[in-house]
């Protein structure tokens, strides 16, 4: 049974930064890719950046050149970095794991986290 957890969320103010963090547990090697999702209230949960098997990243227009997408060496924790936070970026972020294409992700059923809280707020 796999499990992703999800920490590093938080208040952070406008212009500030936040590392979240998507530990798994598992096996995922029929889920080699790892994305990242937020939903912010009363909007649908939208893909924010992915990150392949191998290495490859994918990133929504919104947050390009803010944010970064990485794995850890061992590969089981998943990263995003985020930079220059805006108020719009206020959303509970969920990490996934499932497959890709050069440009979409697709999440396996269930492999997802609980999710965890980031407000961006002065």
């Known amino acids: 049974q796999v499990h992703l957890v999800e920490s590093g969320g938080g208040l952070v103010q406008p212009g500030g930064s936040l590392r979240l963090s998507c530990a798994a547990t598992?096996?995922?090697?029929?889920?080699?890719?790892r994305a990242w999702y937020r939903q912010a209230p009363g909007k649908q949960r939208e893909l924010v950046a992915f990150?392949?098997?191998?290495?490859?990243?994918m990133y929504v227009d919104s947050v390009k050149d803010r944010f970064t997408i990485s794995r850890d060496t061992t590969g089981s924790t998943v990263n995003l970095q985020m930079i220059d936070l805006r108020p719009e970026d206020t959303a509970v972020y969920f990490c996934?794991?499932?497959?890709?294409?050069?440009?979409?992700?697709?999440?396996?059923?269930?492999?997802w986290g609980q999710g965890t809280q980031v407000t961006v707020s002065s």
């Open positions: 990150i392949s098997g191998g290495g490859n990243t």
């Open positions: 598992g096996a995922l090697f029929n889920a080699p890719a």
């Open positions: 996934a794991a499932g497959w890709n294409s050069a440009d979409h992700f697709y999440p396996r059923e269930g492999y």
